[in-house]
């Protein structure tokens, strides 16, 4: 799938990062810092984190900020931060999507919010990007919740085949920090860059050229609708400013709907 795509300049793009990353007296104080520079924002459902006052906070901190909201879905796994693998099978991994995903498409609307994506956390995210079917099962919750819903995932093959298979719009997403392989897939075993200027000038490459910087010392075309900003990195607040400097982010539908001529 990846060497078919073709290079091209990228005007318009999202930003997303996550909110809600709390649980009971484990608070995350760091995330507010990045919610001035995103276009939408993924909230913890309460599985890997989020208790339900986080989860208010968040979505009337969006509200107030005028982002597009999405629910961050993961294992249930507080103590593991949803960083540890879950085995499930098929029907439970549908419904623990579901539960999350309506849990938070109700409270919402509790507060005339909508949500528009849905984003998996740490260790769902990764074994949907690397399994096939494990990502199928996520967009068939999904589109069960409502056939409206964006799936944000890693971009690669994956990804586009699931949007093939299920008639579901996805969002292919890009991390400025993480390293990837020759096939446009995220090397997980890699440890995370935390150079802003190295990550700017793959920023500039991305919109430029559609291409990530491989591990193979070469780069590697891929599609790119959303960039993540994680608040874990210790140069995320320079990193997210500086990139805002370079283009002004786009929530995926907005930025389609332009691009379609429906909105000017």
């Given amino acids: 799938m990846q060497n078919v ?51 208010k906070e968040a979505l009337l901190t969006a509200k107030e900020k005028n982002v597009v909201i999405g629910a ?18 098929s029907d439970e991994l549908e419904a623990l999507v579901m539960y999350q995903v309506g849990a938070l498409m109700t409270f919402a609307k509790a507060y005339s919010m909508e949500i528009e994506h849905v984003r998996p956390h740490g260790a769902m995210y990764r074994k949907a990007s690397e399994d096939f079917e494990t990502s199928k ?12 819903l964006v799936y944000y ?9 699931v949007a093939e298979e299920e008639n579901i719009q996805v969002a292919h ?11 446009g897939n995220i090397d997980f075993s890699a440890r995370d860059l935390e150079n802003t200027e190295i990550s700017i000038q793959r920023l500039k490459n991305l919109l430029q050229n559609s291409q990530v910087s491989n591990n193979v010392g ?11 900003f994680s608040n874990k990195l210790s140069n995320a ?15 995926y539908n907005y930025k389609y709907a332009l691009n379609s001529g429906w909105v000017e």
């Fill in 5 to 55: 795509l073709e290079r091209k300049n990228i005007k318009n793009i999202d930003f997303n990062c996550d909110l809600a990353q709390s649980f009971g007296i484990y608070k995350n104080s760091s995330e507010s810092g990045l919610l001035d520079y995103v276009s939408s924002v993924n909230i913890a459902c309460g599985f890997h984190a989020g208790d339900p006052s986080a989860i």
């Fill in 72 to 89: 961050h879905i993961g294992y249930d796994d507080i103590q593991g931060f949803g960083y540890r693998q879950v085995d499930l099978d």
């Fill in 137 to 148: 099962t996520i967009a068939k919750a999904i589109k069960k919740c409502s056939q409206w």
């Fill in 153 to 161: 995932g890693a971009t690669g093959e994956n990804l586009a085949k």
């Fill in 173 to 183: 997403e890009v991390h400025l920090e993480k390293i990837y392989d020759e096939a």
């Fill in 218 to 228: 070469g780069k590697t075309v891929v599609q790119a609708d959303t960039i993540h």
């Fill in 237 to 251: 607040k320079d990193l997210i400013v500086q990139a805002k400097e370079i283009i002004s982010p786009l929530p």
